[in-house]
């Protein structure tokens, strides 16, 4: 089987340099509720169409909404991150596009700890769609395209609830 890219690598390209400066603008319960909801919405059927019995990635999620609503603690979530939904992406290596739409559940759902993991949606998330939609065999260059598309799509949905002027922004280090 050949080896599939797992996710973008190219941190300078304007599509995710113009995200990345969106995000820090915005709080970190702001950007934990985009991430899960367009995670939930856009990738998670990706996975879900392929392997409709395994719900790891949807619980992943669903476990970061119940603590941002204060119904379990954060080691509760952590633990189905890295046990559950880690798991679920190292064991469908098969399907690249089933494979980054569950490293995006994980990424969506650990911005509840740490807002940089919000870039973790349009890093595996946009190639997720660009894999769905083209084929993990696609030349590199139009995954590329597909994908800056999405991650365009990704901007417009957190543009669209984005607060004004946030008055407690993430505070975020990229360290790329």
Known sequence: MPKYRKMLNDINATYLQSLMRLIETQSKTTLANWCIDYTELHILPIYE???PNDNRPRSTLTAARDWLAGKV???YVKNIILNECHAA?????KSPAAQAAARTCGQAAACIHTPTHSLGLA??????VAYDKLGADADWDSLLSVAAEECAKMESAL???AVENEPNPAKINWGC
């Not at 992406?89 to 290596?93: G, L, T």
């Open 49 to 51: 169409k392929t392997y």
């Open 123 to 128: 890093l595996y998330g946009a190639l997720a």
């Open 159 to 161: 543009c669209a609830v």
């Open 89 to 93: 992406a190292r064991e469908v290596e």
């Open 73 to 75: 603690k954060l080691p």
